[in-house]
């Protein structure tokens, strides 16, 4: 069975760009979760997919970020215009049925904004 | 708000000795999580502890949960270096399962 699956695995852009983050979540897995780790910081929640819907978003930093889960399936998660304190690893993670069941990661895109 | 702290942040050991590495929380979480990750992977799921007083061992690996004193411990036994890897505990933040990190312990095995 595959994992999650990120891409890209590294982005290097200019403060003002655009970047667009990829995760596919394990097939069959309801729930998916962003997650982001700035340097020297803990890993910190960004939000929450269940299928299509986000539950919970109260993570997400300001209205920079946009997620979506197109037909329950793989997320983006689209940051415009990058700033430089968005460098970071940011992380997806699904997990199958309920809310608390053990949540499966990806292995991160690491995000530098020159 | 649940908070994790993880202590040691950093731990340079050498093969054969043992260790603990300890996680206290703030607020009551209905499970712990402990996860390992190895640099530039996904973070493994180690072990899932539900109750108080929960010890799961998995190898030279061993952690335990103490809901009353808020405390969660993974203890190293003889320690060889393909443990070498950062370990995270986290715990249930949200009604929506989010989860809560610590700032993650970088173990160093040694020869």
């Known amino acids: 069975e595959a994992g999650v699956t990120q891409f890209p695995s590294h982005s290097v852009i200019e403060k003002g760009q655009t970047v667009t983050l990829r995760c596919d979540p394990i097939?069959?897995?309801?729930?998916l979760y962003w997650y982001r780790r700035v340097m020297g910081k803990e890993i910190k929640f960004l939000l929450h997919f269940v299928k299509e819907s986000k539950q919970d978003e109260s993570g997400m930093p300001n209205n920079r970020f946009l997620a979506e889960r197109t037909g329950g399936t793989y997320s983006t998660l689209k940051v415009q215009p990058a700033e430089l304190e968005d460098s970071g690893v940011y992380f997806c993670?699904?997990?199958?049925?309920?809310?608390?069941?053990?949540?499966?990661f990806g292995p991160g895109t690491r995000l530098l904004v020159l | 708000e649940l908070k994790v702290e993880q202590n040691p942040l950093f731990l340079s050991m050498q093969e054969g000795k043992n260790y603990t590495i300890y996680c206290n929380y703030s607020?009551?979480?209905?499970?712990l999580y402990w996860y390992r990750q190895d640099p530039g992977k996904s973070l493994e799921s180690l072990f899932v502890?539900?109750?108080?007083?929960a010890v799961k061992q998995e190898g030279r690996l061993m952690a335990s949960l103490d809901t009353k004193a808020r405390l969660s411990t993974l203890h190293i036994t003889a320690a060889v270096h393909d443990l070498s890897a950062t370990y995270f505990c986290?715990?249930?933040?949200?009604?929506?399962?989010?989860?809560?990190f610590g700032k993650g312990t970088k173990l160093s095995v040694k020869p």
């Open positions: 097939s069959g897995h309801d729930n």
């Open positions: 607020t009551t979480s209905d499970r």
């Open positions: 993670a699904s997990s199958q049925f309920g809310i608390r069941e053990t949540q499966y």
């Open positions: 986290a715990g249930i933040g949200g009604s929506q399962g989010n989860l809560i």
């Open positions: 502890l539900l109750s108080n007083g």
